[in-house]
């Protein structure tokens, strides 16, 4: 069986594992106030091009956009998000929980368009009864997107204008980040990212980590308390190295870019596979999940071999499917699926 | 002048202020628990012919959504309406600000399809991964609609069914029940409602009362500690009486009814006014609330003699318009309006 | 039969009443925006010397406390408040369902001391584990206390320099203002009270109004969204203007300091009475709460003609009353216990 | 140098960390739906005992009480804890910030006494006014307790008595539940402390795992949603498997046991040798936690060779200190500090 479910199927890249034996014996204090926590903070805000910045390590997605979101809106306001975005669909009701609207935008295929934006804000404030309504307060978009898609740098950087014209922060969920930075359709670089937006997040989890995310600001006055607010949440790990320890080699020796080159490298020799086979394309994505239109009988019998997530309800003769690779997954899986389609 | 804005403009019906005047010198206890709430309770409870049920006196709409949505929720649960419902629009995020999703569905003039609920709880329940979304846990609809329109015994009827199949409460917003159930288009009685629902609100505030709205639940089993969550919401009014004094008048020789008679005799008298001559309606309202489309030169003269809302963003050469008449609206109102177009 | 179980028993005072009658077909605009509520803001301003204030009005206490602590918290902070404060045992956990803790002190007959503020705010700074703890973010005390005792001048000029010390905001629960403005003890005057603290309300409900308190600060900055955030509460009034008819008629001709006197006036004559019979205080109260301990024989016989509010449980030979005076008590009144006892 | 400041100061156990190496290249599903977690959770309810029972693993101590405590408690409801648990000092006011109030009563040694739970719900019970107070909706103890005591069987029998008679739930945080029941003090074994409550938890993180909390509970019908709860929190790990593989590995071979046991072999030992040498102890705790009361002149010195927590403020000749063993601690470590005493 090869297995494309998803990118957290597996354990931790074995680099990755190898650091958390060699210290499994060591003594720290905890709560991420350790030495090894900061030598990973310092090497991602090198590796940003960020001086004054700030790093703050959880352990899951869904947490890591609670706690975020619920720093950066003040009561009364809302997250600006496309229909799709995993805060507003997968995240059971998370962040209304913390009694925040999602002021949901139309997706196109997983984005946002700059110019929505400036609309919806823009009529806002032209509404004379906008005290009664929920202030949009702060953006979020994902990088790449929950349909794989990813933003050129334009568009960022018209979006971060936007924002920055309201004065609103805006966060970039970057759970797959490793993926749409080594994208080949990706032309901006990690330091641009983290310069075109207020705070965004390097995802652990999907790419090379047992767990863990690393939240990264160059405007650590936008959260304040914000250590308070971790544990608050319930989001403190008392062994805090274990994500210092994670990132650290996560962010020696390239291991972070290699990860997301070597997933993508896959996902695109499969793409390539089914698309010389003639298979349609349900999106066309650059990143390490990717969505096919299959006849249901293919599917019938691909499942035998392979497990890969049926995409929404099936159709009558073909449906959507997606196929997720990662730091994992090899050629000879590649090679197994081709093989049978 | 004559004044068109709103239906919360002016103070109580004379004769429900008379009561208020009558009895200001009486010494009662607090909290609701005197006989003049009792017996408002009563005579509501008469006039919906519920035998076993529950009202409960809050001051304003906005708290009056906001404690019941409360009450009928889980924690990961949301409440489906209408994308124009005044819960998604106009309450400042106070559903949202007590950890509750809204689940939009699409708008028709204000109303939901009730196929429209049914296929989106469908959906949910066929979903893998449903465990990670907001389950839909109530069915929020107001009647009459912030648009004016009202639903059919019929449209009700297949609601509740829907809520009944999924055990789900549904809840009727009824901040303008008068003026609906007076409309010459409305097929459906108060008993009738108050039947097809697990629980409404009959408005006071814009129908007669200084303010004032009553909770009445043919199901009190599903408002366990009500009492103390909506003092919890701070929704305890100290001298409760004075919802008890009103609502008891409102409910006594049917003011309820000839106040909602009123307001709609008024709205078809300058609707008729205005089609007659001309002019465009934007939604074919059958209460209280009208909505033209006028020149904006019509508009500027109209602005001189009568105030009304302007609904949305000026057009270029015409603007839809909303004028809202109430208990209080003379014909010579009415009159000084329809001279001057 | 006599009244003294709260201050809350009758409606409005006459002079009150009238105002809302005189006004009652007027049409004004909603929510607070109207001339009455301008005007009573302004009178109120003027009263506590106050140029560049703001005043909110609101319909209720419990509502009040947890709207205000809502705005002056960040998540991570609680509220000191003395334990017998009325946010911490009778308003149903209103302040916790807002996310804040209530960080209880020792009670001094109702009192907070400063030194233990102090200390307890020295400590919380002093100790390296803080950052997990909940940091006092303001403090609350009330004016009379729930317990009828009033601060001195030099004990409030205390306890804020403390707040202004540790750059945290001091609010003062008024519900009961204007018995202790008008108490033989009270050497503090509006003025004063209004300048050392950052925001405090003036109480309507009991002091004269059918309901309606008023917020006060010499700090709006302090309060950014404000009425955003009170409609989110389901706290604002849609006739908002009636909140500020009353408060106006209030600040005319020292309304509410004669309403204040007068409460205090019966209240000193009833304790007077009950002292030279005999009775034991169970506190000495200043204002308009007496606390008598009777023989449970006695409060037999005179619960009979009066009625008014055993305080705690029944002791096996005597126990705790409470009666309380307000503006409508009558000189009969206090007469008609008086010669039962 | 030698570590008793708490612990969570080093990794995993090594037999627990070789089965997350042994296993880490596997696939399997994610979010604790894998086998692993499975037969984790069936080697547990064996353990305890429990037929008809669920386990649910999460991260960390302060998510699992804020979860935990979030589900069992109606909006109106608080816990019932200790004024030194936990949840009421060192978690950065989780509780209050899911909406509930903690209902502190008086510690004795970090525990509760069952009258004073009795007394306290008696009084709620017979005050009228409670439906405007926070109802008692749960007790929380913990075992051991944050000062290291643990209760007998029959305080816990006694105390889960009164929460059956007044039908609310105990639930008890066992953080450090294996040096707890490997105490020679300790009269409860798992089977009867797992029955003589309703919900608890089984500490991971200080008890030999990297991280991780099984909570426990004979009654799922408590527990409604509860998944989609944990995921709300943010408290649903991604690699769920994670848990499940360490939990499974602690619960073979009485490995949890075997953990518990030598951390108190360690303890009381280290203790003896403060004792002996006559040391006063500042608590006489029988579990993990020691705390002894050192001239200040012998921490100076102590501090050279061994890292431990100073207990509050320093004294002016003496000051308490705590040390803390735990499975990693060896004898080589206890002789150190003996030898320098």
Redesign the interface.
């Known amino acids: ?1 090869v ?1 494309f ?2 990118d ?5 890249h ?1 680099l990755v ?1 190898k650091e ?2 060699d ?9 991420g106030k350790d030495e090894f926590t900061k030598n990973a903070a310092n090497l991602i805000l090198e590796s940003c091009g960020i001086n004054n910045g700030e790093v703050h390590f959880l ?9 975020v979101i ?2 950066l809106l ?3 306001d ?1 997250v600006i998000a496309p229909e799709t975005a995993h805060i507003n ?6 962040i ?7 002021i949901t935008l139309k997706s196109f295929d997983g984005k946002l368009k700059s110019e929505d934006i400036s609309d919806y804000i823009k ?1 806002f404030y ?1 509404d004379d ?1 906008n ?5 949009p307060g702060m953006v979020y978009i994902s990088f790449p997107t929950e349909l794989g898609t990813i933003y050129t740098k334009e568009e960022i950087e018209t979006i971060y204008a936007v924002c920055r014209r309201y004065d609103i922060p805006l966060f970039i969920d970057g759970a797959r980040l490793a993926y749409g930075l080594a994208s080949p359709k990706c032309d901006i670089s990690l330091v641009e990212l983290a310069h075109n937006c207020d705070v965004f997040y390097i995802g652990g ?2 790419c090379g980590a ?2 863990g995310e690393a939240i990264v600001t160059k405007r650590p006055e936008l959260f ?2 914000f ?3 971790i ?9 805090g190295r ?1 994500l210092g320890i994670q990132f650290s080699r996560l962010f020696t020796d390239d291991l972070y870019h290699k990860i997301g080159e070597h997933g993508i490298k896959m996902a695109m020799k499969l793409k390539d596979g089914f698309v010389s086979k003639g298979y349609p394309l349900l999106i066309d994505s650059p990143t390490n999940q990717q969505f096919f239109v299959l006849p249901n009988k293919k599917i019938e019998s691909l499942k035998k071999i392979a ?1 890969f997530e049926i995409w929404g ?1 099936m159709g009558e003769i073909e449906t959507p499917v997606r196929f997720v690779t990662d730091w ?1 997954t090899t050629d000879d899986d590649i090679n197994t699926v081709l093989e049978n389609i």
């Open positions: 069986m297995y479910d998803s957290y199927m597996v354990g931790a074995p594992l958390l034996i210290t499994n014996n060591l003594h720290t204090v905890g709560y352990v899951g997605g869904t947490q890591t956009n609670a706690v619920d720093r003040d009561h009364n809302g669909v997968h995240e059971a009701g998370a209304e929980s913390n009694g925040h609207k999602i009529n032209s009864t005290e009664f309504m929920v202030r989890t999907k047992l767990f304040p308390q250590r308070s607010l544990k608050l949440h319930g989001a403190t790990l008392a062994k274990l497990s309800a994992s």
